[in-house]
């Protein structure tokens, strides 16, 4: 069983900066990656950026490429997502996502195998 808990959403302002973490407990694979997706209401889950565990492959959506930086740091088992220069159609709840195996693109979140329970990040104008 894989676990993954969010942390760090809130309430900032438009222009400012946050940043949302993902702990992943339980087991371990040799290929897995980690993705931030997020959702507003009941609209379909909108992929925001993952990194691939081993080698560190990152991928950005346009919308947040060059505002948001994911990293990881493997000692923690925690996957980062910085979010800078944010604006209110970045609100949403940010669900982070494990996807096991590199065969599928990790832009889809239809192919991930696991979610946390999600964290409100609120952009206020």
């Known amino acids: 069983q894989v676990h993954l808990v969010e942390s760090g959403g809130g309430l900032v302002q438009a222009g400012g900066s946050l940043r949302v973490s993902c702990t992943y407990s339980?087991?371990?694979?040799?290929?897995?990656?980690l993705g931030w997706f997020r959702q507003v209401s009941t609209n379909e889950r909108e992929f925001v950026a993952a990194?691939?565990?081993?080698?560190?492959?990152?991928y950005y959506a346009d919308s947040v490429k060059g505002r948001f930086t994911i990293s990881r740091d493997n000692a923690k088992n925690t996957v980062y997502l910085q979010m800078n220069s944010l604006k209110p159609e970045d609100t949403a709840v940010y669900y982070c996502?494990?996807?096991?195996?590199?065969?599928?693109?990790?832009?889809?979140?239809?192919?991930?195998?696991?979610w946390g329970q999600g964290t409100q990040v609120t952009v206020s104008s």
């Open positions: 339980g087991r371990t694979f040799s290929s897995l990656a």
């Open positions: 990194i691939k565990w081993s080698g560190g492959n990152t």
């Open positions: 996502a494990a996807k096991v195996g590199y065969g599928s693109s990790p832009t889809n979140h239809a192919r991930y195998d696991y």
